[in-house]
């Protein structure tokens, strides 16, 4: 059985890592986080901190975009969007991961201190009931500083997470 895990669609790009898991993983990843995909790819600023990693990274962000506008799987994400909080059918990538786009709708619950993506990834691991994968580590901190009644995973942490013993 997949464990599942939610997340950023850049995440994916930026830490290949995730892709290549030894164990069946789910990524659930809210709609809105692809659309921030076109941003990142053609924004000026860098994402990562040298020019040859920054443009490594949005060329994967190029490839993810072309696999979720594939056709098979368009339809797949629209139909996701077509109600508040449902989930796209599985978009496998390999015999290992499994992708599943989710609409999730920020309700400004987390509003003060959390930006509306931030807030729809902890909805989204509050209603799924499974952990945030993050690099960010000031989410991190903010997310230990209000008390949000989720587990996060931090992506260093990542293949012990994935472990056959470690409990989720």
């Known amino acids: ?9 850049v995440m994916l790009a930026v830490h290949g890592q995730l892709l290549a898991p030894e164990s069946p993983v789910e990524y659930i990843i809210p709609y809105t986080t692809i659309l921030e995909l076109y ?3 053609d924004g000026s600023e860098l994402i990562m901190p040298t020019p040859e990693d920054d443009a490594h990274v949005k060329n994967k962000i190029g490839e993810l975009i072309a696999y979720f506008e594939d056709s098979f799987n368009k339809k797949k994400i629209e139909k996701a969007l077509q109600m508040a909080w449902r989930k796209s059918p599985p978009l496998p990538i390999n015999e290992y991961v499994t992708f599943t786009i989710i609409y999730a709708v920020e309700n400004e619950e987390y509003g003060e201190v959390f930006d509306p993506i931030e807030t729809e990834l902890i909805l989204t691991a509050i209603k ?3 952990p945030l994968l993050t690099d960010q580590l000031d989410f991190l901190d903010k997310l230990i500083d209000a008390q949000i009644p989720i587990e996060v ?11 056959g013993d470690f409990l989720l």
């Open 1 to 9: 059985m997949a464990r599942s895990f939610i997340m950023e669609a």
């Open 39 to 41: 941003e990142m790819k």
């Open 128 to 130: 799924e009931k499974s």
């Open 153 to 163: 995973i931090d992506v260093e942490d990542f293949e012990f997470a994935t472990e």
